[in-house]
């Protein structure tokens, strides 16, 4: 994979798993989660029209509209799941379980769809990806936390691999612009209507389980920067290598839930587990 695909999506990594402990450590995850894809895409709008304008006001081949919307009512259904994941689930299961799975999966499909391959030393990482997440997701073994953790990794990479095509269709930031923009439309949208027991009551303004909008500002800006630069990285790099590499970071978010939220139970086996994911992705993604 090229070194500045590679840095792209170290980056990238850090920025996500910032911006989820971010989210798990606030008074209602769903709704923090929902103010700052909606945050992040006012913060990025202007970004995105001064760069349209100076850029000569490029635009996306025809293609990338049934693409573009395929991947907004993914992601759509990602936010509210991992708000919900979050609620009931530790940060250190849920993060590395969803995305060691999503690893797993973003690889198989780029082999499968793709027709990308992996050399020996990538079929070791995918040992290391599958023994990662069963010890990650042995300790914290409920439905309420590892289902939907692993239906929040399918969801990533299927969206990982329709937003692979779509960051080819023309820029890689206008296409991701278009993606928040279209997923804050419809996040709204899918929350007016969701019954009580999905979105919440709605919290007392400065109570604890408000989570505010200062730290949602700051999750939405890392939210879209971070998925900006993947986009940009699966523009010129394999998906077999960028959906492994995207979850180096699950052993800062397993020791952030460990260490910050008190998330001590299983603690050593959800941290050797996260190590093994982290490990099995760099492997992985190394000859991507």
Known sequence: MPLAATALVLVAALLHATWNASVKGSGEPLRATARAVWLGTAVATPCAAIAWLAGG???????????????????????????????????????PVARGSAALLG??????????????????????????????????????????????GVLIAAYTLVDRLGARTGPAWLYGWLIFAGGSILLGAA???????????????????????RRPLGAGVFMVAGYTLVLTALAIAPLAGVAPLRESATVLAAGWGVLRLGER????????????????AILLASGG
């Not at 007016?192 to 408000?210: E, K, W, Y």
Request: charged share 10%; net charge positive; aromatic share 6%.
């Open 191 to 213: 929350l007016a209507v969701a019954p009580l027991r999905v979105v919440g009551p709605r919290p007392i303004p400065g109570s604890a389980a408000d989570p505010g909008w």
């Open 57 to 95: 006001r490029p635009g996306l081949t025809p293609d990338a509209w049934p693409i573009a919307a395929t991947s907004v009512a993914l992601e759509v259904v990602y936010w509210v799941a991992l708000g919900i994941a979050y609620r009931d689930g530790a940060l250190s299961t849920v993060y």
């Open 107 to 152: 690889a198989l499909l780029g082999i499968a769809v793709l027709g990308e391959r992996l050399a020996a030393l990538q079929l070791a990482g995918v040992i290391l990806l599958v023994a990662g997440t069963l010890a990650v997701a042995v300790p914290g073994a409920t439905r309420r936390s590892v289902g939907p953790a692993l239906a929040i």
């Open 265 to 280: 139970d299983g603690a050593a086996w959800r941290l050797a587990g996260a190590g093994c994911i982290a490990a099995g």
